[in-house]
DNA sequence: CAGCCGTGGGT
DNA sequence: TACCCAAGGCT
């Protein structure tokens, strides 16, 4: 494509997103924008890392959620370790949420409350990697940083026709995004690249009919926009199997424990539990009449697929459990646990006789 | 640097 | 059902 050819596509781009930017919660509007509004960085930084390998539907209400309880950054570096976790529950990858707390307290300790403006300084902070660095530079700041998301690979890659699959392509296509990139408005073009991924050119059925860009789309000059970017195919999950142990006293209090601050489902709560394995051991917190309950818990990760078997146990007050801590039953939030953890409480309560 | 790290929705 | 996929980062 032609420099000119790249400036025009890129100007249609932009056109396009002044007509059909969508309406999201972290977001100034392209007018607003115009009219002097500036994006509050702490918005973005909490959009961006909440969007990260996760859905727009999935991160509306945490967003505003997050920013009813912790409005700016000083008020999130004040916030207890656990209250944020409980939070975050829900949306996975949870080193994000103990990454955050970290970035905050960095943010409102070490800087003033100010995010840095620029990339480099950007990249040092926990949490924020090429892609973040450079989106809230972009966004918030408005700087032309280069913007490579998934969105961007694939428009880029449809539009000049990589065949190289990915990730080999990944230089090549940040390359050919950074051509694209505009002085005038970066952060406005980044968006507009991500909408389009998201809206138009989508993974499996690209609505070429009504994208802005089917002009210069090589991909659809050739009639193979839905088989780019190319990627290898990935392997199949292997499956372990484990147990997980619902203990209830008599005064309705749950025996939960804290998991380990790394790894799977770092920091937050859960059952206690077996290792998770080919063939794993029953090792229950403590001697009790442990029951069965009759169904699994199926939870696929991202890299393997659990089967939890569930025993539950009534027991007195005067048990003394070798991991976890009793939670009162009025303190006991299911909401607070990570996905797989309330599963195992639902089929749980289910099995429990009433309090 | 390739493997680890969640979850929900779409096809 | 069994995949695939999403505004990736860390080690």
Redo the contacts with the bound molecule.
Sequence with gaps: MRDEDVSAASGTLLDWYDRHA?V?P??VAPADLRAGGRPDPYRVWL???M?????????GPKFERFLSLWPDVHALAGAADADVMAEW????????AR?LLK?ARVVSGDLGGEFPRERAGL?K???????????ISA?AFDHPEV?V??????VVARLFAVETPL?QAKPELTEMAGMLTPAQRPGDHA?AM??L??TIC????PACGICPLVTPCRARAAGNAAEL?R?T?????PVRLGYAYVARRSDGALLLERRPP?????G?LGWPGSDWGDSPTETPPFAADWQEVPREVR??????DLRLAIRVACVSHEVDASRGDFVDNADFEPTS???????VWKLAESSLPPL
């Design positions: 969508r999201l972290w977001r959009s961006e890392v969007l990260q390998q996760t859905t727009v539907a999935a991160v529950a829900g949306l996975g990858y949870y080193a994000r990454n970035c990249l902070l926990p949490g924020i990697g090429p892609y973040t660095a450079a989106a966004i913007v998301d998934g969105n961007v690979e694939r990730p968006q991500m909408d991924g998201a989508s993974p499996t059925k970017p990627k195919r990935k392997a199949p999950k790394r790894g799977l489902l770092g937050m939870h696929t990760f991202t890299h393997f646990l990570p996905t797989l953890m309330r599963k």
